[in-house]
């Protein structure tokens, strides 16, 4: 069985992570695939560099451009979070290098998608493929089942000072 890599927490830097090792594999000529759960904005820099890294690095949106409320997920958000899952499932079997499943901790965590799914999924990863998970409150099954796991922490952020989010920095 390949590697799993958990990054989750409250502070920034889990999706950050997970696109540096994403880069870092293209850089070798290896194959990444990205699965984003709940995403779905087109100008973020993670989405606008994949024609020019084509075709090592795959990424696809499975989520509105709006965000999503957590407490009450519309039913569109469900369809979605269906969508994703059934496409990293597909897709595994590529053996990618790298498959990162952007934000899916938070959406098993809010009942977007079923833990019971993600563990058969990562049940069934080739020993050549690493699987990335990022998000806010992974359960703790999936930090169990993980190889590697990181918390990120908050300490200090701009956006407390009122600074905007910047223009590939923090999307």
């Known amino acids: 069985m390949g590697?799993?890599?958990?990054?989750?927490?409250?502070?920034?830097?889990?999706?950050?992570?997970?696109?540096?090792?994403a880069l870092r594999a293209v850089g070798h000529g290896y194959k990444v695939i990205i699965v984003q759960f709940m995403k779905g904005r087109k100008d973020i820099g993670e989405y606008k560099i994949k024609d020019r890294l084509t075709p090592n690095y795959v990424i696809r949106q499975f989520g509105r451009e709006e965000f999503i409320d957590l407490r009450s997920p519309e039913p569109v958000d469900y369809v979605l979070a269906r969508r994703a899952i059934n496409f990293a499932k597909k897709v595994i079997n590529e053996k990618p290098r790298l498959l990162i499943l952007d934000e899916i901790n938070l959406a098993v965590s809010i009942g977007l998608v079923h833990l019971d799914e993600v563990?058969?999924?990562?049940?069934?990863?080739?020993?050549?493929?690493t699987v990335v998970l990022t998000g806010r409150n992974?359960?703790?099954?999936?930090i169990d089942v993980a190889d590697l796991v990181t918390e990120?922490?908050?300490?200090?952020h701009p956006w407390k000072r009122g600074v905007q989010a910047r223009k590939g920095i923090e999307y």
């Open 3 to 21: 590697f799993i890599h958990l990054y989750t927490g409250n502070g920034e830097g889990k999706s950050i992570t997970a696109f540096g090792l």
């Open 119 to 129: 563990l058969d999924l990562l049940s069934s990863i080739p020993e050549s493929t």
């Open 138 to 142: 992974a359960p703790k099954e999936l």
């Open 152 to 156: 990120m922490r908050e300490i200090k």
